[in-house]
C-alpha cells in the first residue's frame, strides 16, 4: 500500500503494519511468489466461529475456524498457539461484547512480548552483519 508521498506503508505477514514507510529506493524485489524454506503454509482466518473450554485448562478456549476460501466442512478447532495474529482472538470476544479471561490475556501478552523480543533481536542481528 502507498500513502500520498509515495511511500509504501508495509505490513508482516500476520498483517500487522510495520513502524515506518519506506520510499520505492530502499525496496527490493525479491521474487513475485516468495518462498521461505523451513516455513510451514500459512493459512487465512475469515472468521472465528465458537469457542469452547480446553479440559483441565481453566480459562483457556480452542477456537472453530472459518478459514478464508474453504467451506463450513472444513472448519478446524485451533488452539491460541496456533494464532499468528492474536488481534483475530481480540476481536471475536469484541464481538461477542463479553471479556476474554485473565488467563487468555496473559497469553496474548506474553506473545505479543515474545513477538516484539523476536524483531529486537532480527534488527540487532541485521546491523551486526
Not at 485448562?57 to 472459518?66: A, D, N
Amino acid at each position: 500500500m502507498r500513502n500520498q508521498g509515495g511511500a509504501y506503508i508495509l505490513q508482516d505477514k500476520t498483517g500487522e503494519l510495520l513502524p515506518s514507510k519506506y520510499p520505492p529506493e530502499q525496496l527490493k524485489s525479491v521474487s513475485e511468489e516468495p518462498t521461505i524454506s523451513g516455513e510451514e503454509k500459512h493459512y487465512v482466518v475469515e472468521a472465528i466461529i465458537a469457542h469452547r473450554p480446553i479440559k483441565n485448562k481453566k480459562g483457556i478456549y480452542e477456537y472453530l475456524i472459518r478459514w478464508k476460501g474453504y467451506n463450513a466442512d472444513e472448519d478446524t478447532w485451533q488452539v491460541f498457539e496456533d494464532f499468528d495474529n492474536v488481534n483475530t482472538i481480540i476481536s471475536y470476544w469484541r464481538k461477542l461484547g463479553k471479556n476474554m479471561s485473565d488467563e487468555e490475556k496473559q497469553l496474548i501478552n506474553n506473545k505479543r512480548k515474545n513477538k516484539s523480543e523476536e524483531q529486537r533481536s532480527r534488527k540487532k542481528n541485521k546491523t551486526r552483519t
